[in-house]
């Protein structure tokens, strides 16, 4: 049965309040620690990227593994095989705004597949150019092979690809139609494709405005299945569309009486 939404009581709008608060403020103290430190990096470039990388890597491990769950703000929990470090094409289905930092806390050396308008924020902007995320704008060819072009460099380098193919967080537990860049992706450089399921008690920092506040208790649950590669003489949109339909299977006892069940 569909779990119906609690009530918010006065400890969740305090957390809300911890939680943005502290993210803001440990936004400013990143910035002010990470630009000193590409800047102080500049003659150094090769050594320069692992510094920053990893700089970026732990931050966001505190904040999505450490700081939030610590405040209450949500429980979180891994399920699945262990993300390895080999270069892997995890694709995820999308809901929230913290799935992105979640899974770049706990999948290693993983650069990041994101739609071109959140490269024209200052913060992102920065770290599409400088750090492994690659902007893609799904209508226009050149971003495409562009994009494709700073994945092969990344994976070249042993790093993961992470992709969120429904382009957009979802409103429902349906799983939207995928868009097959991150298929594209994995089959150019012969990789497997890992699908990666996440959900959750309730919506949070979802579609809309009313997963602002969170609800408590929320569980966060990642679910990583089996490697999956492509059949023969099999295109990047079938490929993609039958590992949307695992996922679609997949994910249904995961949201089993949850706000996400598909009734």
């Known amino acids: 049965m569909k779990a119906s939404l609690p009530s ?16 803001f403020a440990s936004v400013g103290i990143f910035v002010s620690f990470f630009i000193p430190l590409f800047v102080a ?13 990893q700089v970026f890597q732990s931050y966001v491990v505190l904040l999505a593994l450490r700081y939030l769950p610590a405040l209450g703000v949500y429980r979180y929990r891994v399920e699945g095989a262990k993300p390895e470090r080999k270069p892997a094409v995890y694709v995820a289905n999308h809901r929230s705004r913290i799935d992105g930092p979640l899974l770049m806390a706990i999948i290693p050396d993983t650069g990041v597949i994101m739609k ?9 902007g920065f770290l599409a150019r400088f750090h492994h995320f ?12 562009r994009a494709q072009k700073k994945c092969r460099s990344l994976i070249a380098c042993g790093k993961n690809m992470l992709i969120f ?3 957009a967080r979802a409103r ?10 991150a298929f594209r992706v994995a089959m150019d450089a012969g990789l497997p494709v890992v699908p990666v399921l996440i959900g959750s008690n309730y919506p949070f920092m979802a579609k809309g405005t009313a997963s602002i506040i969170p609800y408590v208790p929320n569980t966060i649950t990642i ?14 949109s079938e490929f993609a569309a039958r590992i949307r339909r695992l996922m679609s299977k997949a994910i249904v006892p995961l949201d089993k009486n949850t706000f996400w069940e598909v009734e």
Do not use: C, T, W
């Not at 990096?41 to 990388?53: C, D, E, G, M, T």
């Not at 071109?116 to 992102?124: S, T």
């Not at 990583?224 to 099999?234: R, T, V």
């Open 172 to 181: 429902s537990g349906r799983i939207m139609p995928f868009k097959d860049f």
């Open 165 to 167: 193919p429904e382009g």
């Open 8 to 23: 918010r009581r006065l400890i969740s709008y305090l957390l809300a309040a911890l939680g943005y608060g502290g993210f």
């Open 116 to 124: 071109q308008a959140y490269a024209r924020l200052p913060l992102f």
């Open 223 to 236: 679910r990583f299945l089996e490697d999956q590669l492509p059949h023969s003489a099999e295109s990047s």
């Open 134 to 145: 690659v902007s893609v704008n799904p209508s226009s060819l050149d971003s495409l092979a």
């Open 41 to 53: 990096s500049l003659p150094f470039n090769r050594a320069r990227v692992a510094i920053l990388h």
